[in-house]
């Protein structure tokens, strides 16, 4: 009885799934299972993981009623005032919760395991009536208010969303890129959701205050002057300063709000420690954010604040703590030092923000993948004169997550030459425990390619964040310098410019002509003549995807001005430009490549059957192609016998590269809406599967309608030649000096190919070696094909079972079962 007891207040996860804790990361934790704090944290995290029927969350209408009654009330205000008043009454009317035994307060919706509707960004197919089978399999929802929502709230919005705007601005005035957009099937743009994949300026307000960065905005307003204004932008900056300190106040508002309400819990608490840890936590919120924090506990409360603000405003998705360990750090040493706290209570506070992160999660209704908020903490690195920089705090943020092991926040550990062994080796041990989590980072290849590609200054450069699935960004925490990198600017199929070349830039899928007409295909007598016509449909489908980007970003800018980013981002408070216009220091956009295996398979496939081999000739191979291979099967047989990239061929992998050299060229040679230029980066997410079901037949042997490659991993069809292959593949056809944007490079392990000091070992060299051999990033997911072939049978008892799906981290029995499978499908490896 006493131990079934105990299990209740305290089973370890890792215990409960027989995963056995070993090596450097295990031996030397802070907290353990007798400690108290632990305790309180294992308690919280079991009544997180069953949250509400099988993992669905609760919806709420909360915030889109204070939003849509404020917008209802201010016709005619100037944009960014409208939307900073929407700001103000959204931070005074949401109802505030807290978790049983939760030491910090507030958070990104109305309570802990509630997901807030913002209608600024409604996903695309949000049910207005009829049928809500989407929504009812993520989501529990009070079907009264739903149809109030439905009936008070979304007609308001008719024709105002994002979405909306852009399309109304691509089909009247950009009708040759709308066409493309609708005919090609070429990309999927990413209209109509948040501005996400941020690095924001936590530091200034931790160190002055909120009431301090508004004092600094009064005074950029007392500069302006009205009788000899700076054109129109003077009086322009005038209205951003002013919905900035709407903003800023309101932030204030909410976290007073958030004291009296931790008051109230305490005068009603029986018990004597936890009413002294409420009344703690009262006064802190009285203090923080609206005055400097003093201590470990005010510094993660003010955070936590700030970061669930962002979520709640401008959107939870792919918001980045940066350096974390770096500028948080002061606060912990300097508590440490006084003796004012202990270590692990520094620990539970730290692991209670893991738990706060993990309370609200993005509206994902039209995704058709729940996932977390893949927001980021970056973990070690060089510092700006090249010097590791690994601290206590470093090494606490890993404890974090074996202990908690949700989806969020996602760790990323910045790699390079000088990496202190003991780091690799006990993120390499928390990688053992499974979620893919952290992802690893290589400093050398993306500082290089920071500064030569985006001519990001060396410190800036060096101070890094990475951010989403692992867009690269400057940290304003760190230097003060800030990037308004729109990185996830649409899904580009690298596939389909080459479908449309062998049809002459007709999409076989809807037999309209999509593209310019390039040739017929019998046409091409080398393989020369037919990457020429590659090249013209590449070339025409990055230029149709710029203008659909720089619509984008003007639909941002013109209705939905980025206050909150504007806040909380130095370049923006001090020239009172909003972030999407060009109001940062470094300014980018970054479309996402999808399916690199699949079209470099199909380029060799090509030169090598019809050009080097003379196995076939077009006419037959374009007749298999459209019979989907019925009655070819031995040509499709060859085809996919033909080299493939990730066998460590340099055949093979320099056709990926030179469809990806084909696609950064022209990219690059554009410039976007807010004074930048455009970048590019090869992470899928779900997408390949979507960009797959939307090509045909392929001469790798791949069938109409099946999946690209995914992310940067070699295709399914490709010969399994080991793990080093696949690393080397990886880094021989990828330019780092040209993925700012990012990579995300799956592979997965089962447990038993990790199992001792050895294997670990072996496995921190297989990290070095890809990453001298130019490498950008690297994620790898422990798990056995058992075990997700039994988490799909028994989804209840694997809750807790996280994987990598593209570029971010989710509960995989949360996922569709297509996502699932292509998941198990990835080849297991051994070091």
Not at 4 to 20: A, G, M, S, Y
Not at 120 to 137: I, N, T
Not at 200 to 226: C, F, H, N, P
Not at 304 to 311: D, I, V
Request: proline fraction near 4%; glycine fraction near 8%; hydrophobic fraction near 35%.
């Amino acid at each position: 009885m006493m131990e079934e007891q105990k299990k209740d207040i305290f089973t370890p996860w890792w215990t409960e799934r027989n995963v056995p804790w070993r090596g450097n990361l295990f031996e030397g934790m802070i907290l353990s299972e007798e400690d108290t704090g632990e305790k309180r944290i294992q308690k919280i995290r079991k009544g997180m993981l069953t949250r509400y029927k099988s993992g669905k969350r609760r919806l709420s209408f909360q915030w889109a009623r204070s939003v849509t009654h404020s917008y209802m009330q201010t016709e005619g205000r100037h944009p960014a005032i409208r939307r900073a008043l929407s700001i103000k009454k959204g931070l005074h009317e949401i109802s505030i919760g807290l978790t049983e035994g939760q030491l910090l307060m507030g958070g990104a919706s109305c309570g802990p395991h509630y997901v807030d509707f913002n209608p600024h960004f409604p996903a695309l197919d949000f049910p207005r009536k009829g049928s809500c089978e989407e929504l009812d399999r993520i989501y529990v929802y009070d079907k009264t208010e739903l149809e109030a929502f439905q009936r008070d709230i979304l007609p308001f919005w008719e024709n105002k969303g994002r979405m909306d705007y852009f399309c109304m601005e691509m089909s009247e005035n950009y009708q040759e890129a709308w066409k493309y957009l609708n005919d090609s099937q070429c990309y999927i743009p990413t209209v109509g959701g948040p501005l996400a994949h941020t690095i924001q300026d936590y530091k200034t307000v931790l160190q002055k205050g909120m009431l301090g960065v508004i004092a600094d905005i009064r005074e950029q307003i007392k500069s302006l002057d009205m009788t000899h204004p700076d054109g129109m932008k003077t009086l322009e900056r005038r209205n951003q300063y002013e919905a900035m300190i709407i903003a800023g106040e309101a932030m204030i508002d909410y976290a007073q709000r958030n004291a009296d309400y931790a008051q109230k819990l305490a005068d009603a608490e029986p018990e004597d420690k936890r009413r002294t840890e409420l009344v703690e936590m009262a006064r802190i919120c009285k203090k923080v954010p609206a005055y400097p924090a003093e201590s470990w506990w005010e510094a993660l409360q003010c955070f936590h604040f700030l970061r669930a603000a962002t979520a709640l405003i401008e959107g939870m998705d792919s918001h980045s703590a940066g350096r974390f360990d770096q500028y948080m750090l002061p606060w912990l040493q300097n508590d440490l030092e006084n003796g004012t706290i202990t270590r692990k209570k520094a620990q539970e506070l730290l692991e209670c923000l893991f738990l706060k992160w993990n309370e609200s999660t993005a509206f994902t209704m039209g995704l058709g993948c729940p996932r977390g908020n893949n927001d980021k903490i970056n973990i070690s690195g060089m510092d700006e004169l090249g010097r590791d920089c690994t601290n206590e705090l470093s090494f606490m943020l890993l404890e974090a997550h074996a202990h908690v092991h949700l989806t969020d926040p996602a760790l990323s550990v910045r790699v390079h030459h000088k990496t202190p062994e003991k780091l690799l080796i006990c993120t390499l041990e928390l990688l053992r425990l499974g979620g893919g989590l952290p992802l690893l980072l290589n400093d050398d290849a993306i500082v290089a390619g920071m500064t030569a590609n985006c001519q990001v200054e060396l410190k800036d450069a060096r101070n890094y964040g990475d951010v989403g699935c692992q867009e690269n960004v400057t940290d304003p925490n760190m230097t003060g310098a800030d990037t308004s990198g729109r990185q996830n600017g649409g899904f580009f199929s690298l596939v389909k410019p080459i479908e449309l070349a062998l049809w002459n830039g007709i999409n076989p899928q809807n037999g309209r002509q999509a593209g310019p007409k390039t040739g017929d295909v019998q046409s091409f007598l080398s393989m020369e003549a037919f990457m020429e016509a590659v090249g013209r449909q590449m070339e025409y489908a990055v230029e149709m995807n710029v203008i659909a980007n720089n619509v984008n970003d003007y639909v941002f800018t013109a209705y939905y001005p980025s206050v909150w980013h504007n806040l909380m981002h130095p370049t923006p408070r001090r020239t009172g430009i909003d972030f999407v216009a060009g109001g940062a220091k470094y300014n980018w956009t970054g479309p996402l490549g999808i399916g690199l295996a699949t079209a470099g398979d199909i380029l060799a496939a090509v030169d090598t059957l019809i050009f080097k081999q003379k196995e076939t000739a077009w006419p037959v191979l374009m007749e298999a192609l459209k019979n989907n291979w019925t009655g070819y099967e031995a040509l499709r047989q060859k085809c996919i016998q033909a080299p493939k990239y990730g066998c460590d061929d340099p055949y093979a992998d320099n056709w990926s590269k030179r469809i990806l050299d084909m696609w950064f060229s022209s990219l690059e040679s554009y410039g976007t809406a807010h004074g930048g230029h455009f970048i590019g980066g090869l992470i899928s997410m779900d997408s390949y599967i979507t960009l797959g079901h939307q090509t045909g037949a392929t001469p790798d042997g791949r069938r109409a309608g099946e999946h690209l490659s995914d992310s940067v991993a070699p295709s399914r069809y490709s010969d399994s030649r080991g793990i080093t292959a696949r690393h080397f593949s990886a880094a021989r056809a990828i330019d780092t000096y040209h993925t700012t944007n990012g990579v995300t490079f799956n592979q997965r392990f089962s447990m038993t190919t990790v199992n001792t000091s050895r294997d670990i070992a072996k496995w921190a060299d297989l990290v070095r070696t890809y990453m001298d051999a130019g490498g950008q990033q690297i994620q790898y997911l422990v798990v056995s094909a058992e075990d997700l072939k039994e988490a799909q049978k028994n989804p209840d008892e694997y809750r807790d079972l996280l994987v990598r799906v593209g570029g971010y981290s989710a509960v995989f029995v949360d996922l569709t079962k297509e996502l699932q499978d292509s998941i198990m499908a990835r080849e297991e490896l051994a070091v």
